[in-house]
């Protein structure tokens, strides 16, 4: 249903070494596409399932004070640049344990500060009224699968100049499309709507991070492949890609890469 996918025929193992090497692979396409691999190709296509960068942080701790980033929505910089299998989940059991102790740790000496309430009229204000009680003609779910199209479309594995540029382009015009969405229900409690607006939001945000970091490094690098680019650059790019908030966008800086042990290689595989 998503598109293009190649067939993995698994059919000439036969029902018995299926159940006793695969069995999780046969319950699952079963359940999700209704495939028996015992009796036909399994389709298979790319998926984006994780999220490579995110909050900087050194082992756990942000610039910003009391805020600790653990797991995929952090940037602790041990996956290089390209996260291997498995590594997210012991990444979030080993920093999750790190971050859960360091934060109880700071609360127990901290006092609780005032809250900002002009911050939060500001925030209620931007939720109620701006996303809540948007009376625009624009649905959220549109907008949502607009933003996966281009994503897979111009932001997959196999990245160019032109069609980056496009995606980022592509992305502020949905930005500007979000600002006039409309949330169904107008419910305050358990309004499953409003959340996916909330959510999407911030994914348009990051959206136009990532193709706009895309596009900016010219070379390839671990996951970032670039056709125009296919080389990976030391010289030049041997650095974190760093991108801070402005009100006019999003703005990208730099931070070198720390090597201890390990020198980075050219991958020969
Ligand atoms: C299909 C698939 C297969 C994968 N396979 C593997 C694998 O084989 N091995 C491996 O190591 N990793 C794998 N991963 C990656 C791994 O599952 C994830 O990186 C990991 O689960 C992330 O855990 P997390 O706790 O950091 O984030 P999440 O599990 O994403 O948890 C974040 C939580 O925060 C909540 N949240 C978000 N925003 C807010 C907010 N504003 N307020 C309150 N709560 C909020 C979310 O609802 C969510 O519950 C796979 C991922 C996918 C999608």
Redesign the pocket.
Known sequence: PNGPYIALDLTHLGEDKINERLPYIREVTQRLVGIDPVHEPIPIAPAA??SMGGIRANMTVTPLPHLFAA???SCLSLHGANRL??????E?LVFGAVAGEEAAKLALKSELPDLPQEKLAQEEKRVFDQILGNEGGERVSEIRTKMMDIMNEKVWIFRDEKRLAEAVKEIRALRERFKRAKVEDSSKVFNLGLINALELDFMLELAEVTALSALNRKESRGAHSRVDYPQRDDANWLKHTLVYYTVDGPMIDYAPVTITKWQPVERKY
Do not use: L, W
């Open positions: 399932h994780y797991g995929e929505c299998g498995s590594n997210s989940t012991a979030c």
